[in-house]
């Protein structure tokens, strides 16, 4: 299955010029902490959409 991203339409000039962005705004030492924190968000989104229990939600069963 083909899923159309956001940066299949983005060039490389422009990958650089929003990452550049993201380092002035943000600093280059908070920007792994922000994908860390995405990631998990999405992940997340992901297990609670298929139904999966979180970790926090096994213990409460026990």
Do not use: H, Q, Y
């Not at 490389?12 to 929003?18: A, D, K, N, Q, S």
């Not at 792994?32 to 995405?38: A, D, F, V």
Request: aromatic share 8%; glycine share 12%.
């Amino acid at each position: 299955m083909i899923v159309p991203t956001v940066f299949a339409f983005l060039g490389v000039t422009e990958v650089i010029l929003i990452i550049a962005v993201l380092v002035l705004f943000f600093g280059a030492s908070r920007i792994p902490g922000i994908g860390r924190g995405l990631g998990k968000g999405i992940r997340e989104f992901k297990d609670a959409t298929k139904g999966k229990d979180t970790p926090s939600e096994k213990r409460n069963k026990e």
